[in-house]
């Protein structure tokens, strides 16, 4: 299937599926039998000729009052077989890039007494010297590696919150540790 237009576009889509009041199943379904080594199942590219103001190139919304009782999401990936490499990648290789954002989330509309969690990393309970978070800050003259900016705490709130109460820490572990090696002017 190849569709092909010219000129500037202004629709609501060249293919559009609608589905009333879909409970169950999958909508679009895009599979690939054999191990996929190139290519996409999916790709979406638009000019660098414009700027996007509004909706993204890859836009996903929820109408109403959304709900995921098992946090499924309205944006979901899961690998099951991984043996190596990333599961999700962002990537900016623009060399002129100095304000841009790679990832960005704000949790905005919610109201007084939010108890939830903005973002959540949960890393894997087995053995093994793996990492749950690695911040790799490779500025050379200004900038910080982790700023936290906590401006809006008045009463009872903390800015870091580092907690360990569920086992007793053996030898050569530590719950907070600064290392620095050579000679430090700073």
Do not use: F, K, P, W
């Not at 299937?1 to 379904?29: E, K, N, P, Q, R």
């Not at 996409?40 to 109408?63: E, F, K």
């Not at 954002?101 to 905005?108: E, G, N």
Request: glycine share 16%; net charge neutral; aromatic share 2%.
């Amino acid at each position: 299937l190849t569709i092909d237009t010219t000129g500037a576009y202004t629709g609501t889509g060249l293919i559009t599926a609608t589905a009333g009041a879909m409970t169950t199943g999958i909508l679009v379904s895009l599979t690939s039998t054999t191990g996929l080594t190139s290519g996409s199942l999916l790709r979406m590219t638009t000019s660098t000729a414009g700027a996007v103001a509004t909706n993204g190139i890859c836009s996903i919304r929820a109408t109403g009052a959304y709900t995921s009782t098992s946090n499924a999401g309205l944006l979901d990936v899961e690998a099951t077989a991984t043996t190596a490499g990333t599961v999700c990648r962002i990537a900016a290789s623009a060399a002129g890039q100095t304000t841009a954002t790679l990832l960005q989330v704000i949790a905005s509309g919610y109201t007084i007494g939010y108890t939830g969690v903005v973002a959540e990393i949960t890393g894997v309970g087995t053995t093994g010297a793996g990492t749950v978070l690695r911040v790799a800050s490779t500025q050379t003259t200004a900038g910080q590696g982790v700023l936290v900016d906590c401006n809006g705490i008045t009463t009872g709130g903390i800015g870091v919150s580092i907690s360990h109460t569920t086992s007793v820490i053996g030898a050569r572990t530590s719950i907070l540790r600064n290392t620095s090696t050579g000679t430090d002017t700073g």
